[in-house]
């Protein structure tokens, strides 16, 4: 068990832009740092004096060696954290939640699913496929954005390409897209889906989860062979302030990332 | 005041328990404070039995008791004398364990970068005189909730180990008491370091006490007290067995758990979504309620910061915001995720339910929603529906 | 949001104005009743207009301009509500020279007492009110400033509350959100330990509809809310109603307990109609909920 302790200080090593809204940061211990994470956990990232929020880690090893984290600017934290340069000191607190079973995708084929920003607690099982590749069977990357600029990680998604199947759809197409429209969804009639031997991994809205993991299922895939990552409001991250409840689960503890067996039918309530 | 030998009894030594008089009360509370303790107890203020510091035992509620019903609660004095005849009050120890307001930790920005600092306050050592079953019981809920997961929250967690639990056994229930749905009372479960159960007959005002730990035993080693006698003993039991008895409220026979997993849907959360004022009061006077939120503050310098913890309530539209808005916007949905937490996902998320049957929430709902009620309506629909499925047209 | 950006200051500290409309004044005051913090606000923010407190006397040139209102403004407090084509005219000005606009009070955010007027004939007050009433120019009704321009952030309270107008201020410099929940009063009853007084003494209370904020004053002292924060987050109007009329207030009590500072609040709207429904309706035995014991 773990005494709740105030966050550690992180210097941001770096920063670049993903998108006009969204920015990465990568984060190193000012001094002694937190335990390692995993690919789907989260920390929580603490602004001074403006608040702290939940992130999922989305690389785990940055061009400096640190922590890389993936925001978009929604709320007054997540703003602040976009605002961050290089030398600014952030709290950083965490491993957090439950990661994506990589141990049991040993072997089998990978299906990663992302919508939007989901696609950052996804890199990093990617990144651990990739360098472990013979580790795993096929890999394919699903990924759909609302348009070609909201797209993250546009240039390493196509370094994907070749080592595993990747394909990209959008919903508004923009001059120049060439690529698939429509849901994300439409992407898995052109996928070769082997339902026995394939586990996927599955981020994005709430609502994109629900319509992909249900095709998955209706294209044979057993539900618990589909993991989600989900989201509520949180405040504290250590199952202690109630507020990541979803029916029967508190999601800092018992997610984010969940078997879809375990909340098909909680998915499906309104306001829960 | 000097125990006497003889009946400076151990509880080894005296399984029975002991007995003490009205005296013994007081020497109670002067032997708390001797010991460090800051005693917190029943005492009668602005017209209601709170729970607040006592300097001596004269200034606990003798003589008075209370009638409760839903949405309301009314000070009712007694011929008997007795300290503890009265059914919960408006707050429970949450307040003293797990306060409304803690400061967490502060952050300052300094020459050498960020400085968090964790707030590490010394609490006073608290004794508990007068805790009901159904309050221990709470306790030991928030205990799993707060301190027995992976994470501990270490102010609770000071608090807590430094707390001397006294545990008066329930005689007198209100008319909104149903401990005995909940399996927690009216007799105290374990946990306690002392417990006594009053009685007043016609051989007097006394008190069977009985201690649960090593502290207790030390306490209980400097009252006046005097072995049990069968009848003192026999007394009381039969006291606590008639407040079985007399519950004002029950549960419906059902599995609670699966009842509130089976009717999420049920017509009659919008019912009392038309009466439910969304004012979160029953979260507030829950003892089992543990939700809270943070809130950074800053100084006009703007290198200081401190982190807060405040009582929440899911009946607040803000605890579900997310960046799409609320999850639970309508009153319904909030209302439904109080009841269905408070009765069915606690057991999924803590190992137990988390309603004690204290009652508190129907009282101090001003509009005077009354849970025992609403776990009836949705059992009576899933009465009502049961013979219907697949009998009658689409 | 802002609709010029404003040229950096020479002293880099934000600038500040305070602004009057239709109003009492006691909001403003509120800020001058942060003794303790003054200063400490002083070194953050520059005060450039505030005629409460100063006098407008020359200054060094670009200052004259704003300290005598021109702005422009990073920060700008608004207090009153506009009941005058000038005033409607004013805050369009005060829009322009301002970053970011927050309206102080009850007047300001929700129209406050004046807005009585808009229940009544107007030319009636007037002659009832003045000698002269053709020396009297204003509109038939008193609106929030929100009506008129675009507004960052809108405080409650008559008056507002101190440490709420602090926070509101720090937030602004911290680039946060300001803390202001919109939750009921009774979640600050019940924080500071307020025994319920409608509960325990059958006192009628507004505070399970109102607006937190005053750190629940008045339930410490024995009297119900009075609703001065105005309604909190999707307030349960009908079934207040029904518990007001429970605790033994008439329909007109109940019309006029929610026509005070927030009188024209939308939230408010429908009191009338469900104070007349229930007070009928309980007559006739049909209630929401069953009569408790005595």
């Known amino acids: 068990m773990t005494t709740v302790a105030p966050p550690l200080p992180y210097r941001v090593a770096g920063t670049w832009a993903e998108t006009a809204d969204t920015r990465s940061v990568e984060l190193v211990p ?22 702290e929020v939940p992130v999922s ?47 049991e995708a040993a072997g089998q084929d990978l299906l990663v699913i992302a919508g939007g920003i989901g696609l950052a607690p996804l890199r990093p099982v990617v990144h651990a496929v990739l360098e472990r590749r013979h580790g795993y069977g096929r890999l394919a990357v699903l990924v759909g954005a609302r348009t070609p600029a909201d797209l993250i990680y546009r240039e390493e998604i196509d370094s994907w390409c070749g080592p595993a199947h990747v394909a990209v759809t959008v919903d508004r197409p923009g001059p120049g897209w060439r690529g698939a429209v429509g849901v994300v969804t439409t992407l898995l009639d052109r996928l070769d889906l082997r339902p026995e031997r394939t586990r996927a991994l599955v981020c994005g809205p709430e609502v994109m989860m629900r319509h992909t993991a249900r095709g998955l299922v209706t294209r044979r895939l057993a539900p618990d062979r589909v993991q989600v990552s989900l989201e509520r409001n949180m405040r504290c991250a250590t199952g202690h302030c109630g507020h990541c409840q979803l029916g029967p689960l508190l999601l800092c503890r018992d997610g984010p990332v969940v078997g879809y067996d375990r909340v098909a039918h909680l998915l499906l309530v309104r306001e829960l | 005041m000097t125990a006497d030998a003889d009946v400076n009894t ?27 303790f800051t005693v917190v107890g029943p005492t009668v203020r602005d017209g209601v039995i709170v729970l607040a510091e006592l300097r001596s035992a004269d200034e606990l509620p003798y003589g008075w008791g209370v009638e409760l019903e839903a949405g309301r609660y009314r000070l009712r004095e007694r011929t008997d004398g007795a300290a503890f005849a009265h059914a919960a009050g408006p707050q429970s120890w949450k307040p003293f364990l797990h306060p409304p307001r803690v400061r967490q930790w502060s952050a300052d920005r300094t020459e050498d970068g960020l400085v968090l600092t964790a707030d590490q306050p010394a609490p006073p050592r608290c004794a508990f005189l007068g805790v009901r079953p159904c309050d221990l019981r709470a306790i030991a809920v928030q ?18 180990s430094g707390a001397l639990l006294i545990v008066v056994e329930c005689t007198e229930p209100g008319a909104t008491c149903f401990c005995v749905s909940m399996d927690t009372g009216p007799a105290a479960g374990p946990g306690y370091d002392l417990v006594m159960t009053e009685v007043v007959d016609e051989y007097g005002h006394r008190f069977w006490i009985r201690s649960g730990s090593p502290e ?22 039969a006291g606590v067995a008639d407040a079985a008895d007399r519950m004002g409220r029950t ?4 599995d609670l758990r699966e009842l509130m997993a089976g009717t999420l849907d049920a017509p009659r959360w919008d019912d009392v979504a038309g009466r439910c004022l969304t004012c979160g009061n029953c979260t507030m006077v829950c003892p089992t309620c543990f939700c809270t939120t943070t809130e950074d503050v800053t100084d006009l310098t703007g290198d200081h910061a401190e982190r807060w913890q405040l009582w929440d309530s899911c009946f607040d539209l803000d605890f579900s915001q997310l960046h799409g808005g609320p999850v639970r916007a309508s009153s319904r949905g909030r209302y439904r995720q109080w009841m269905t937490h408070k009765l069915g996902t606690w057991y999924d998320q803590f190992g137990s339910s988390g309603c004690v049957g204290c009652g508190r929430c129907i009282v101090w709902c001003p509009v005077g929603i009354d849970i025992t009620e609403e776990a009836a309506a949705l059992h009576d629909w899933t009465h009502s529906r049961a013979p219907d499925e697949g009998s009658g047209p689409p | 949001m802002a609709t010029e950006p404003a040229p950096p200051s020479p002293d880099l500290r934000p600038t500040l104005a305070v602004w009057k409309f239709a109003s009492c004044d006691g909001c403003q005051l509120t800020l001058l009743d942060c003794e303790d913090e003054l200063l400490g606000l002083a070194d953050r923010v520059r005060i450039d207009h505030f005629l409460e407190m100063t006098s407008a006397e020359g200054g060094a040139d670009g200052q004259r301009g704003r300290l005598e209102g021109r702005g422009p403004y990073d920060l700008s407090l608004v207090e009153g509500s506009i009941t005058t084509t000038d005033d409607a005219e004013r805050i369009r000005h005060v829009r322009r020279v301002s970053r970011y606009v927050v309206t102080i009070g009850a007047c300001a955010t929700a129209g406050g007492i004046q807005a009585l007027c808009d229940f009544a004939d107007i030319e009636e007050f007037l002659a009832a009110v ?20 675009p507004v960052d952030f809108e405080l409650r309270g008559c008056p507002i509350d101190r440490r709420q107008l602090l926070e509101v201020i720090t937030a602004y410099l911290a680039g946060r959100k300001p803390r202001i929940p919109s939750h009921s009063v009774c979640f600050e009853c019940k924080r500071r330990g307020t025994t319920c007084i409608t509960v325990a003494h059958g006192t009628p209370c507004l505070g399970p509809v109102t607006h937190a904020g005053c750190g629940a004053i008045c339930p ?38 929610f026509r005070t500072f927030n009188a024209t609040s939308p939230e408010h709207a429908p009191v009338p109609e469900l104070a007349a429904e229930e007070c009928h309706s309980s007559r006739t035995g049909t209630e929401i909920r069953p009569e408790r014991p005595a």
């Open chain 1, 30 to 51: 000012t001094g002694h740092g937190l335990p390692p994470f995993a690919p789907g956990q989260f920390a929580m990232i603490y602004a001074f004096g403006v608040g």
């Open chain 3, 130 to 149: 003045y000698a002269r009433p053709e020396y009297i120019s204003t509109l038939e009704t008193s609106t929030p400033i929100s009506a008129h321009v």
């Open chain 2, 216 to 237: 207790g035993s030390a306490i209980l080693a400097e009252l006046p007290t005097r072995p049990a006698d069968p009848e003192t003993r026999e007394a009381a039991r």
């Open chain 1, 57 to 103: 880690v989305s690389a785990l090893r940055g061009p400096h060696g640190g922590l890389v984290h993936t925001v978009r600017a929604v709320g007054a934290v997540s703003a602040a954290l976009y605002r961050l340069r290089p030398g600014d000191t952030v709290g950083l607190s965490g491993p957090y939640g439950t990661g994506w079973d990589l141990a």
């Open chain 2, 143 to 160: 205990d799993r909730v707060l301190t027995g997961g992976a994470y501990r929250d270490p102010g609770y967690e000071g608090r807590r």
């Open chain 3, 220 to 257: 410490a002292y024995g009297r119900g809310c009075y609703g001065c924060f105005g309604p909190s987050n999707q307030p349960n109007l009908r079934s207040m109603v029904a518990q007001l009329h429970h605790d033994g207030m008439s329909e007109r009590d109940i019309q006029r307990v």
């Open chain 2, 251 to 254: 549960m419906p026979e059902a």
């Open chain 2, 10 to 36: 151990s509880p080894a030594l005296a399984p029975d328990g002991l007995v003490m008089g009205k005296d013994g009360l007081a020497a109670l509370v002067d032997v708390l404070i001797r010991h460090g």
